[in-house]
């Protein structure tokens, strides 16, 4: 059916993805019985802890199912209040505090609760690539930051300071990064904090992957300039959670009520259940944390599978040092990244994502978000391509 209405400006501004054709392709081999082995996903493979799950059945046959307060339970803000402190060395107060649905709609409200038409927003790239498309939906300009592979995307502080125009207004960090999974060091953190206290900017910060931290030190930004900080976090890749949504923010209290007034007016709380299992999460945070480990120690032996293999195998790979990311240059296979992963899925049977939405040219992401069988195997398939 042909129907005569036209989509709106700004739905129509959405960047296609370049991804979907390899991810469309990857489903449909997957259908015909291919025996395709993905590296393209974006969650941990392990499962809710069960002292979260169970916190959510007794939600559930308490009662608890009803609207929540738009901005959360006030046990959860609370716990995450405690958990910034704790964790974080950040003082948020509980009313300084929102939940939303994933920290997607935490970026998402802090976005439209800050910026107007015509702002600058730096990103550092390769970048998640929410951040622009969300940005570019407010009316404000996405301004990229390279960084290098050489470097380990590095953020370069200087390189950032010659993009400050009179009209920038926000920087978006992502520390441990998706896709690099690089983690800037507290120097750098130190400089980007002293040039937004100079040049009066916000800085939105994703620390998703906090936990996801192999061999380098996480330090939150919020610690060095406050004032100037808005913290995004999220109970999904941490304690394996993503499909409950629950994502939170802490800042300062006039943004945190800007961001609680868009989300009344659109979603809501996020879901009454979900917040009493993340709030089991917080408040049992010592079996929390035995999972996290547990987790972290497997990501941080896959690492180091994978990045060995790729480099033997002529793709060269940067070490990251948090999250469940890496880069491979994929020139020997393809010198165009697209091309690329399209040849690794089609021959080698391994789903992975180019780097060309992510402002990655001549790489490809893989997730080592799966078991150690699946990386091996991976290589070995590689290894037959290459061969
Ligand atoms: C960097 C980054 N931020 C935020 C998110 C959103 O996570 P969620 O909405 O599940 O909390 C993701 C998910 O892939 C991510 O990679």
Known sequence: MTSPFELSQKSRSLKPSATV?????????????????????????????PHIKQAAIEAIESGETKYTAVNGIPELREAISAKFSRENGLDYAPDAVTVTSGGKQAIFNAFFALLNPGDEVLIPAPYWVSYPEMVGLTGAVPVEVPTTPQSGFMLDVELLASKITPRTRMIVLNSPGNPTGAVFTPDILRGVAELAQQHGLMIVTDEIYEHLVYDAEQVSIGQFAPEHTLTINGASKAYAMTG?????????????????ALQSQSTSNASSISQYAALAALVQHEETHRFIDMARSAYRQRRDV?????????????????????????DRIHENELEAARIILDEAKVAVVPGTDFSAPHQVRLSYATSLENIQEVLRRLGQLLA
């Open 244 to 260: 409950w949504r629950i994502g939170y923010a802490g800042g300062p209290r006039h943004v945190i009520a800007a961001m609680n």
């Open 306 to 330: 994978i990045v060995r293999g790729l480099n033997d195998l002529g793709l060269p790979t940067p070490t990251p040092h948090g999250a469940f990311y890496v880069m491979a240059n994929t």
């Open 21 to 49: 054709a390899v991810t469309s392709r990857a489903l449909e081999l997957k259908r015909q019985g291919v025996d395709v082995i993905s590296m393209s996903v974006g969650e941990p493979d392990f499962d809710t802890p």
